[in-house]
């Protein structure tokens, strides 16, 4: 950034993005630190992982019983594992959001009195209750982690991501603004000087979007805070 402000020294636009875009990594860093930190990542993995193992457990049993020999326990079962079909056999391999929500279809369907009766039919009725529980284990949670980061000051890291990415993009636009203007300059220098600068800010933006594209829906496996740490130093700040 420094090189980047440097190299313009009378273009007051950039000098002031410049500060702004400093400002949107420091920001993004504390945002980072604090996703990595969170006392409730580990506690949703874990959380999630229940409510997987109970939906996989009584999707089977149903399944399972659906072979049965007995007519009536056989039925049960094809009824409940045909609630499985129609929100999805794997489901449970959703991001979170998209998750509960069709769990919480699931569990509508299931709380049936059609389909409570096969449950009991086939002996499914604690298994259905296990995930239930499951599922309002989770919700529960996502509510104190919304209710907490309700009451920080640091922005979301979506949030963060995207002001740095804009602000690195409208400063790409000054710098060819500038560029473009000096097209007719009559030394090599300042041309090079000017594609330079140009190729530093794109250089950023591709560190940036990796940045952002590196999360995933749990907890990720590279170190989000290394990662930054060397977008600065790549670009100089």
């Known amino acids: 950034m420094d090189t980047i402000a ?10 002031k993005l410049a500060d ?20 409730y990542t580990a506690q949703l993995a874990q959380r999630d992982q ?7 457990a009584l999707r089977d049993f149903a399944k399972a019983n659906s072979n049965r020999s007995n007519p009536e326990i056989s039925r049960a079962g094809m009824l409940v594992y045909s609630v499985f079909e129609t929100r999805g056999l794997t489901l449970y391999s959703k991001g979170y959001t998209e998750q509960s929500a069709d ?8 709380s049936t009195e059609e389909t409570q009766d096969a449950l009991d039919v086939m002996g499914g009725t604690t298994w259905y209750d296990e ?3 499951a599922q309002d284990s989770f919700e529960q949670l996502v509510r104190d982690k919304l209710s907490t980061e309700a009451q920080d000051t640091i922005l979301p890291t979506r949030t ?17 603004a500038v560029h473009d203007v000096e097209a007719q300059a ?28 590196a999360r ?14 060397e977008v600065l130093e790549s670009a100089g700040i």
């Open 6 to 15: 440097a190299g313009l020294p009378n273009e007051t636009t950039v000098s």
């Open 216 to 229: 995933q829906t749990r907890s990720a496996s590279v170190d989000e805070h290394k990662e930054v740490q």
């Open 50 to 56: 229940v409510r997987d193992d109970a939906f996989v």
């Open 131 to 133: 995930l239930r529980l």
């Open 20 to 39: 702004l875009i400093r400002a949107d990594i420091a920001q993004m860093e504390a945002a980072l630190s604090r996703d990595k930190a969170s006392e």
């Open 160 to 176: 963060s991501r995207l002001r740095l990415t804009d602000h690195i993009e409208t400063l790409l636009g000054c710098v060819r």
């Open 103 to 110: 769990m919480n279809l699931l569990l509508e369907d299931l």
């Open 186 to 213: 009559t030394t090599s220098d300042v041309r090079a000087a000017l594609d330079e600068l140009i190729n530093s800010v794109n250089e950023i933006i591709v560190n940036a979007m990796t940045i952002a594209r």
